[in-house]
């Protein structure tokens, strides 16, 4: 199975700009599917982004396209989550998650999660 760990977040200013990162060991990255979903004190967990196995294939949210960006390095066995123009809202612990068989923004479908990262932002 693969573990994943995550990184990168902080504290920043609304309309800042943070990167998460998502560290993959154990299996070969590229043969996942992975995406990023968060969960805010008292809310349910939600979908951010997906990206596919050759990260050809990208999925957002509407809160957060044109704002977020997904992408990964499969050479380095890391995704990554570019945040830009944070706001108050997108304050939440950050996950991400992997699957052999899908990517997307269910979920249920994910095998393998991290542990979570804290993102805090400040108005």
């Known amino acids: 199975q693969v573990q994943l760990v995550e990184s990168g977040g902080g504290l920043v200013q609304a309309g800042g700009s943070l990167r998460l990162s998502c560290a993959a060991s154990g299996r070969t990255f590229s043969n996942y599917g992975s995406a990023w979903f968060r969960q805010a004190p008292g809310k349910e967990r939600e979908f951010v982004a997906a990206i596919s196995w050759s990260g050809g294939g990208t999925v957002y949210a509407d809160s957060v396209n044109g704002r977020f960006t997904i992408s990964r390095d499969n050479a380095k066995n890391t995704m990554y989550l570019q945040m830009n123009f944070l706001k108050p809202e997108d304050a939440a612990v950050y996950y991400c998650?992997?699957?052999?068989?899908?990517?997307?923004?269910?979920?249920?479908?994910?095998?393998?999660w991290g542990q979570g990262t804290q993102v805090t932002v400040s108005s």
């Open positions: 998650a992997a699957d052999l068989h899908y990517y997307g923004s269910n979920g249920r479908e994910y095998d393998y």
